[in-house]
């Protein structure tokens, strides 16, 4: 018998323990065994958690970075595209690592816990150095920081839900949390936009708020002692360098819903990073008066998240179907990038931003349980699976900022909105499509 890297069993310490052939294997990780549902306060534990984690990673992201760089670099909307792309590209690393490491920790305090901490520190370090930044060097050095601290806490706390979640609950949980992450930025924005007179508080009231829930998180919500798990063999520098790959064959539908999500997050990435830009662009007005706007457009979007989000989630566990919804959520999206494409006034921009929202919310809340229901070996290496699916949207981070500007520079403009826009329409399109028609295993 081979053993793999993240195989591990829990035994009495001292004991050995081989497998009993005559055992019947368990079935697949797209074919789960339902379990005991979590706690009505867990489930709120991990929405404040997310809400926090999510505030804290997306308005620098969405408003603080833009702001801090114009006052750096004014008129340099291309350096955004590269400092996120630093960003992402850091996380792309260390994401899969934390992940990996996780799942073979040993303490008192579980497996998780510990790295939600470490992340959270990481992250509110970054605050002093984006705001007092003296140059673009320093504010990129910031920034990956934030990413990558807030980045590993929210992705603990998605390990835990991938621990814990029963089938039957992961629709409506990752609806709650995916209509979370909408909201989370909409009012983080709104609490900021006050404040962007002094840039120190614009970074650190996002920041404070995560540290408030993602510590209740940390705190309260329970996971069991490891300090007696033992593994199979010794994690070394091979074994976690191959822990970030994987055999599509092995796994396929995994694999498929990896590449459709990939493309899908590509074609959302590309406009995520400059809709500041683009506002100030089409309405003609300073870039750090966008923020008003941005909190009004953010703020009708709430209802059209909630719909997709809850609505999306709960039809899918009640269903007992994902990807239907998530198809229709991809074809809602692109629908929203066109009529922005388009757009030139503010009723426009609404209106193409309420219908991204329904179909970013409706993918992604559904997306998410199919990302748990097609989950590989759960029991032992869901840590290193869950950042292999972040590389997903991790990738697509990475190269998104890089790509943007060069098709912002098609024309005499330099500020070509309406490809940017259009590009990504048909890339969701296109994700969409393939987790409808590849993904087998799940209706």
Known sequence: MTARAGDHERLPAGNVSLPDPSVTPAPPAHEPVEGAPVPRWQIVLLVAATFGGGMAMIVPMAYSLAVRLDQLAPGRTDVLGYILGVGAAATLVLAPMTGILSDR??????????????????GVAAVPVMSFAPDLLWLGIGWVLCTVGWGTAAGSVGNWQADRLPPGQRGSVSGLTGVTMQIAPVIGIIMVGPLRGDILLVFAVPAAVAVVLVGLFVLLAPEPDTRDVRFDSPL????????????????????????????????????????????????????????????LTSALSIGTAMLGSLGGGWIS???????????????????????????????????????????????SAVGQALVLDVLPERETQA??????????????????????????M?????????????????????GGSIIASKVHGIR
Do not use: C, E
Request: charged share 15%.
């Open 105 to 122: 920790t040993r303490t008192r305090w579980g497996r998780r816990r510990p790295f939600t901490v470490i992340g959270m520190v990481v």
């Open 236 to 295: 070394t520098v091979g074994a976690l360098l191959r822990s970030y790959l994987f055999r599509p064959r092995d796994v396929p539908d995994f694999a498929w819903n990896w590449l459709g999500r990939f493309v899908f997050f590509l074609g959302l990435s590309l406009t995520t990073s400059f809709t500041v830009f683009f506002i100030a662009q089409r309405l003609a007005m300073p870039v750090a008066d966008v923020a008003g706007v941005q909190a």
């Open 317 to 363: 566990d009640r269903w007992r179907r994902r990807k239907p919804i998530i198809l229709a959520g991809a074809a809602l999206f692109a629908g929203g990038a066109v009529v922005s494409a388009f757009a030139h006034d503010l009723v426009m921009i609404i209106v193409g931003v309420l219908i991204g929202s329904l179909g970013i919310a409706s993918f």
């Open 383 to 408: 840590g290193r699976y869950m950042a292999i699916t972040m590389f997903a949207q991790k990738i697509p981070g990475v190269l998104a900022p890089v790509t943007a500007p060069l098709l912002l």
């Open 410 to 430: 098609v024309g005499d403009s330099g500020q070509n909105f309406t490809l940017l826009y259009l590009t990504s329409a048909v890339l969701a399109l296109i």
